[in-house]
């Protein structure tokens, strides 16, 4: 006796399939270690989002602290740099999100977190929270002599040998 006839089961499986392509349409993914820099220097931090071109549009952002209560979009030009470069790949489109500081500050340390949404169907992919923590420039504000006892006591006496030599001609 047959439970399911097979032209059924087939359709069934080809439903479930579509299905679970149309939910798994977005997927975000980025390095889950913390990322630890000094203050006055260069960082850049990349988000992977993958998703289907057929059944997508995309929009992703960058948050800082996106769990606590000062939550917001990046957003300010004049301190973050944000690129983007998708490259396809079968059916998948990847889309490589870049977050650029260009000079760290204290301010700059917290939580970030990227984020992507398809349009089409509105399914949504959130990567996990990624710390940067930015420490304090020990140097900040000394002055650093470009010139020093030691060059001076080089300079005298490479002066003083100079005329030496000239002397002797």
Known sequence: ?????PTSVYLAMVVLCSLLSSLAGVLVRY?????????????????EVQYEIQNCDIVTNWYINPSGPESKPITNPNQYLISVNETEKGQFRYRNI??????????????????????????????????????????????????????????????????????RY
């Open 31 to 47: 390095s889950r270690e913390p990322v630890t820099k000094t203050e006055g220097h260069f960082v850049s931090l990349k988000c």
């Open 1 to 5: 006796m047959q439970i399911f006839h």
């Open 98 to 167: 870049f977050l650029t500081f260009n000079s760290l500050s204290l301010e700059d340390r917290g939580y970030y977190q990227c984020d992507a949404k398809c349009l089409n169907s509105g399914t949504e992919g959130k990567g996990h929270l990624l710390y940067l923590n930015v420490t304090a420039d020990p140097y900040k504000g000394l002055k650093v002599s470009t010139w020093s006892g030691q060059l001076k006591a080089d300079e005298a006496v490479l002066a003083l040998s100079a005329i030496l030599f000239l002397s």
